[in-house]
């Protein structure tokens, strides 16, 4: 047995991953990683007593190339004379369609497919080639994005589907990359190459290919086995406190009590008023979550109740701290703050929105400049907000500016959807609006060498990178 492979085995082993008689479904994109996954678990089968099925989603992102990787995996699978389970979509038009960043449609459509297979009884368990590289590029990523330990526990070796009682594993978890591809050459084997993985509009290759080697260069050699320590630590600590978080707060939606609230340790107190936030569909960050705090601690005569996103009041009533929301926001209003860069969760519409830089000294090949925004244009500040009556805003190619009403009519968008539709306003100015593009006097200058977009994707994906404090 290679000596890679008994270091999975052993990772598998330890985390109880699989047990004999699961069905695995190992997804095969082409890539190094994927091919890599699909031999060790070859060479492990018998001792694991698995059954062993190879699918792959064509996302049809790069014309024949998509076409080619797909034929690859397909030929793979049967030279191991193993089920090939294959599918596709039009993963851009998809995107466009839903509101979505490529990766995050991406994703979706691709876990959809994973989840129709198992209900089938294709599979019990899916296997995912995430390496120690990718969770080191993950803590990362989320590190600067702003992440306490429930974002730096990044991507956990096994993540249950919703809803279901299948699993997606990632048994490579603890292997390095280069590992990987030491393997393939000494089985002999290829793979394919994907062009967009060395794409510097994606953050996680400016992190892959710029931010990790100079770290590794200049303060550690070994940074990505750290950050992969520090997600072990964390994952386990999650654990610990969410423990705690349950034993301390009652299922109630009533609130928390400050006395109980006031006995407990910082790190407990800050858990519980964001599980109790958590519990009534808010979530909060950090600075809300210390306001709580200063608000459960007040003195006589200070304040009794403060502001929080999306309509929602923080109040102090005897000896309850609660959540309440006005009936005037439950037809879905609501607004957070957005900085530039930064990222903010909306709960009512289950996505994340970023306003992301974007460098155009090589162009910014893929971003559609009707997108793009001069960011010294905007306020450092933006707010998140659904449309409201009055609201105008300046499409590009338009004459002059438009009610966001008649726009939204325009479009056939109605009922639920048409009354949380989201804007972005900067300043008292809408600059943003979902489905439309930027005003042309906000785009950056000919010869400029920075942007922003305004992107959106959904918060509760699989394995997804969502901040949160």
């Known amino acids: 047995m290679p000596r890679l492979a008994e270091s999975v085995l052993r990772y598998i082993r330890q985390r109880q991953l699989l047990k004999p008689g699961d069905r695995v479904g190992v997804a095969v994109s082409g890539g190094a990683d994927s091919v890599a996954l699909l031999g060790l678990l070859l060479d492990l089968r018998k001792e694991l007593g698995v059954v062993l099925s190879v699918v792959h989603f064509n996302h049809r992102l790069r014309g024949n190339e998509s076409e080619g990787d797909e034929q690859f995996v397909s030929n793979l ?135 990790l080697p100079r770290l590794e260069r200049n303060l550690n050699p070994e940074v990505c086995r750290v950050l992969s320590e520090t997600a072990e630590i964390a ?30 340790p910082l790190a407990l107190q800050r858990r519980v008023v964001r599980a109790a936030a958590e519990t009534v569909g808010l979530r909060l960050e950090f600075r809300h979550v210390e306001e709580a705090l200063e608000i459960a601690g007040a003195l006589p005569g ?31 209003a609501y607004e957070y703050r ?19 830089p974007v460098f155009l000294g090589g162009g910014a090949p893929g971003y559609n400049p009707e997108h793009l925004f001069d960011p010294q244009l905007l306020a450092k500040e933006l707010v998140v907000r659904n449309w409201r009556p009055g609201d105008r805003f300046w499409p590009a190619h338009t004459r002059e500016p438009k009610k966001i009403k008649e726009l939204l009519q325009q479009h ?46 959904p918060w509760a994906q699989i394995g997804g990178r969502r901040a949160t404090s």
């Not at 994952?235 to 006031?262: F, M, N």
């Not at 929080?308 to 109040?315: A, D, K, S, Y």
């Open 338 to 356: 957005l900085t530039i860069p930064g990222r903010i969760e909306v709960p009512e519409l289950a996505v994340v929105f970023e306003a992301a």
């Open 302 to 332: 200070s304040p009794q109740s403060a502001s929080l996103p999306g309509g929602w009041t923080l109040l102090r009533r005897g000896s309850l701290l609660s959540f309440r929301r006005a009936a005037a926001q439950e037809k879905g």
């Open 77 to 211: 699978a049967q030279s191991y004379q193993l089920p090939f389970h294959g599918s596709g979509a039009d993963t851009s038009c998809y995107a466009q369609q839903n509101h979505l960043s490529l990766e995050a449609a991406g994703q979706r459509l691709r876990y959809a497919y994973f989840r129709e297979l198992m209900e089938e009884g294709a599979f019990t368990q899916v296997a995912t080639a995430h390496t120690l590289d990718d969770q080191a590029e993950t803590v990362l990523l989320r590190l600067v994005r702003g992440a306490g330990t429930r974002g730096l526990a990044g991507i956990y070796p096994r993540l249950p589907i919703a809803g279901s009682q299948f699993s997606v594993i990632r048994p490579l978890l603890a292997t390095y990359r280069q590992d990987v591809r030491d393997y393939l050459a000494e089985l002999g084997q290829d793979w394919r190459e994907d062009r967009s993985n060395r794409d510097l509009r994606f953050a996680r290759n400016r992190v892959r290919h710029g931010v």
């Open 412 to 457: 056939h968008i109605q009922g639920q959807e048409r009354k949380t539709w989201p804007v972005v306003a900067s300043g008292d100015s809408v600059i943003w609006v979902r489905g439309f593009r930027a005003p042309a006097r906000l785009r950056p200058a000919q010869g400029s060498r920075e942007a922003v977009v305004i992107r959106e994707e």
């Open 235 to 264: 994952r386990a600590e999650e654990d610990y406190w969410k423990r705690e978080t349950e034993r301390v707060l009652p299922q109630s939606e009533k609130g928390v009590e400050i006395s109980v609230l006031q006995g407990l």
